[in-house]
């Protein structure tokens, strides 16, 4: 009889499942099959209460506890499958009551009802076993199906058929294998990613953001904001220097001409826009633009965080100007856009335009030389490292169109790229470019060039993109000559005789490259005078190397001072400021300085002491050649020597490891030809020493 008391109970309770609505908060969901708990029940009730309902994956999201209940920045929704106990798993039934039960993480196809003794045993060994544990809490195995519609290629919904699967608590993942979740969660450990990471970046409650402070800027970042794809509010400390030197850029094109329009294409959370609003005041206009609808919010915070209108369109701003003069709390107005980059730079023209997008910004090079205005500024800050780098060639190649491989100069190499690419670009567009700057770190690589109008600039910008020779033996290079008849041998160009010594093919064509000047002297030296005048301190270094590098000389034998005074090459060249502010300044004239650079530890020779690179400078310029540093590589000497003057003069000046060991070393490093230059010419090297000690090797 009890038996059959139960079967009747059974069958009751899976008709009225049919007609039952289940209500979570503001959603209503029908569905037949599976026991939720009621979340909403009273906090004196000691027991909670359950309905009768199937869930979808939305209501399986919705039928959850608080994620953390002393927070007091609001609560976050868990799946069921994720719980504290095998007791708090067991409750999510009635366990206990009498009659056949469903289980709460399988479908009837799954597992039919059954008694409470067979659905504890089906509990504890098929879902509660195999869980994992994070933080106190267990991710059960899911059987229901919590992705049902997928669209096809005609944009329709279809049934996706989906096996047992764990739902992380972190990020809320779909994940099936056990080995692939434990793989994931030990992912979020390493980058200190939580639960409040992602529940709070997806609710948009700033309570769970932290206060981010560069340069006298304010933002609000997400604790997840190292993590591009999970974030609305990517911001990477690490690229402090790059937002420095694009602002000290930009704070030298305003001294040429104002107002300028100015257009950050990949805002994120907006510093960077924010920096330029903020300490240029009326001498930039600023628009920051995204895609992804959560950073146009956070934008939108964060200018009201440093006091800044925010306008949605043109129109806005200028019907908004006189009310910001009259209200003291606002201190500028930024624009902020939602739309794609390439069509907001077709639909409008800039003068200053910075591309910073997750990757590659090669896409966005025909947009940006679009509509930008003449003697302009394109910076380019490129991250997508593995494919400049020589890690992946064949992206490399259908990105950029270059063939390279892995040299002791391709940081250089990585600039050249990015600068070909742009000089294509903005010819496409009968324009020009004249690089102003280019640098490449560890996690980037920033191009900075200025757009000059006209077909013939176009032209003489297209002349200096050429392919480079480069021997594999002993890593010489040189770029092919300008001639357009081919030449029996391309070897004969090269300086070095591997090809005649050793067998086979010995050299490999790289490129097409950029052949021109990396660097504009007289643009460095202002943007270091903006640096001094803004108080940013962290960039002098790096700005002082760089302007070292563009002359190919030392910190010992240049002085650095302002734009306003009169350097000893700006004198030789005779150039003057010019009164009209719209033109560029004449001493912004690139030099050339030789073009790659050497490492002395590559071309160290085997048993030899070689010297330190600050004392090694002087030895070569005293035979006439000129040198310098490079920021490219803290053991890199740039000079326009080639690779066999450079290993004569290195080996001139090396003192051999063991002297009675190596007896033919020693000999040969203390033979006639080479002692007496070193007896003849050590009062001066020891004159030029002393201050080069001081001078460390600065790299990014």
């Not at 030899?608 to 540093?629: C, D, E």
Request: charged share 25%; net charge negative.
């Amino acid at each position: 009889m009890a038996e059959q008391r139960a079967e009747e109970l059974h069958q009751e309770d899976t008709a009225s499942n049919r007609n039952i609505t289940f209500s979570f908060g503001n959603d209503n969901v029908q569905d037949a099959g599976s026991v939720t708990p009621d979340v909403h029940s009273e906090a004196g009730s000691t027991e909670p209460n359950f309905s009768t309902a199937t869930t979808t994956d939305a209501q399986h999201e919705n039928l959850s506890e608080t994620m953390d209940p002393t927070s007091t920045s609001g609560t976050a929704e868990r799946h069921i499958s994720i719980q504290q106990s095998l007791a708090d798993l067991k409750n999510l039934i009635d366990i206990e009551g009498a009659g056949k039960k469903t289980c709460p993480l399988c479908p009837e196809e799954k597992f039919k009802p059954n008694y409470s003794h067979k659905l504890r045993r089906h509990l504890q060994h098929l879902h509660w076993k195999v869980s994992i544990d994070f933080e106190g809490y267990r991710m059960c195995i899911c059987h229901l199906a919590c992705r049902r519609m997928k669209t096809n290629l005609n944009g329709e919904q279809v049934p996706v058929r989906i096996g047992a699967h764990y739902h992380c608590i972190v990020c809320s993942a779909t994940i099936a294998r056990r080995t692939d979740m434990i793989s994931h969660i030990t992912r979020h450990l390493n980058k200190g990613d939580t639960e409040a990471s992602f529940t709070g970046a997806s609710s948009g409650q700033l309570s769970s953001t932290e206060v981010m402070k560069e340069v006298d800027t304010d933002v609000h970042v997400f604790p997840n904001h190292t993590t591009p794809q999970k974030t609305d509010s990517f911001f990477n400390p690490k690229m402090k220097p790059n937002r420095q030197l694009i602002f000290c850029t930009l704070a030298v094109l305003a001294q040429e001409r104002k107002p300028l329009e100015c257009l950050d294409a990949f805002g994120a959370t907006g510093i960077m826009g924010l920096q330029w609003a903020k300490h240029l005041g009326d001498a930039v206009r600023v628009t920051i633009n995204d895609i992804n609808e959560g950073s146009v919010k956070m934008i939108g915070e964060n200018c009201h965080l440093n006091r800044m209108k925010v306008v949605m369109n043109r129109k806005e701003e200028e019907e908004d100007e006189d009310e910001v003069e009259e209200n003291e709390d606002t201190l500028g107005i930024i624009e902020v856009t939602q739309m794609d980059a390439n069509v907001l730079m077709h639909l409008r023209a800039f003068d200053f335009i910075h591309l910073d997008p997750f990757g590659t910004a090669i896409n966005y090079f025909d947009a940006a030389f679009r509509n930008v205005r003449n003697l302009g500024i394109v910076s380019v800050t490129s991250t997508d490292i593995s494919t400049l780098y020589c890690k992946a060639l064949n992206v490399t190649m259908r990105h950029y169109g270059c063939n390279i491989v892995r040299t002791e100069y391709y940081k250089e190499v990585a600039a050249r790229m990015v600068i070909a690419s742009m000089a294509r670009a903005a010819a496409r567009c009968n324009k020009g470019i004249e690089v102003l700057l280019a640098v490449a770190l560890e996690h980037f690589v920033l191009v900075v060039v200025r757009v000059l109008r006209g077909p013939s600039q176009a032209d003489e910008s297209l002349k200096k993109i050429r392919r480079l020779i480069h021997c594999q033996w002993c890593e010489e290079r040189v770029f092919y000559k300008k001639c357009h008849m081919l030449e029996e041998s391309a070897y004969q160009q090269l300086p070095c005789d591997c090809h005649g010594s050793m067998p086979g093919k010995t050299a490999v064509e790289l490129g097409p490259l950029w052949s021109g000047s990396l660097f504009n002297t007289g643009f460095l030296r202002r943007m270091l005078f903006e640096a001094v005048q803004h108080g940013i301190e962290d960039i002098h270094p790096l700005l002082k190397n760089l302007t070292c590098e563009s002359e190919c000389t030392t910190l010992k034998h240049h002085s650095i001072f302002g734009p306003m005074s009169h350097s000893s090459q700006e004198k030789r060249k005779g150039s003057e400021v010019p009164g009209n502010a719209a033109k560029r300044q004449k001493g912004d004239i690139p030099s050339e300085h030789p073009p790659f650079y050497y490492s002395i530890h590559r071309h160290s020779i085997r048993g030899m002491n070689i010297p330190k690179i600050n004392k090694f400078l002087p030895y070569l310029t005293q035979a006439g050649f000129r040198v310098g540093r490079t920021h490219f590589d803290p053991t890199g000497i740039r000079t326009d020597a080639t690779l066999a003057q450079l290993k004569a003069i290195l080996m001139k000046y090396s003192m051999p490891t063991h002297t009675d060991s190596q007896p033919g070393i020693h000999s040969h490093a203390s033979a006639e030809p080479i002692s007496e230059p070193v007896q003849d010419s050590t009062p001066k090297p020891l004159e030029i020493d002393q201050p080069a000690e001081e001078v460390k090797p600065e790299s990014g």
